[in-house]
């Protein structure tokens, strides 16, 4: 299973800071497609802009960032861990 942790910036729409999906080999992509099915179109809306990952928005895969592995095209196993990071700001 897929192991992903959310920041306590997506806890509202999460209600958790972790969850696990069973997918068998995909890409970040069609890990993302499956949690906006299950968190929505806010979550969706939060994490993506133009069909790609805000500027703001940090995507780790086993601790290294999708933006230097292969985007959202990168592959996905069972046995990996995702972290989703946005950006918080404030003074």
Excluded: W
């Excluded at 997506?10 to 993302?32: C, H, M, P, S």
């Excluded at 949690?35 to 290294?64: A, T």
């Amino acid at each position: 299973m897929v192991s992903i942790r959310f920041s306590s910036a997506l806890n509202n729409l999460t209600k958790t800071r972790a969850t696990t999906l069973e997918l068998g080999d995909t890409t970040i992509k069609g890990v993302f497609d499956e949690l906006i099915k299950q968190f929505g179109e806010e979550f969706e809306k939060r994490l993506f802009e133009n069909g790609e990952i805000r500027r703001f928005v940090n995507v780790y895969l086993n601790g290294e960032d999708v933006r230097h592995l292969s985007g959202l095209e990168s592959p996905v196993t069972d046995a990996d861990e995702i972290s989703i990071l946005p950006a918080v700001s404030g003074g």
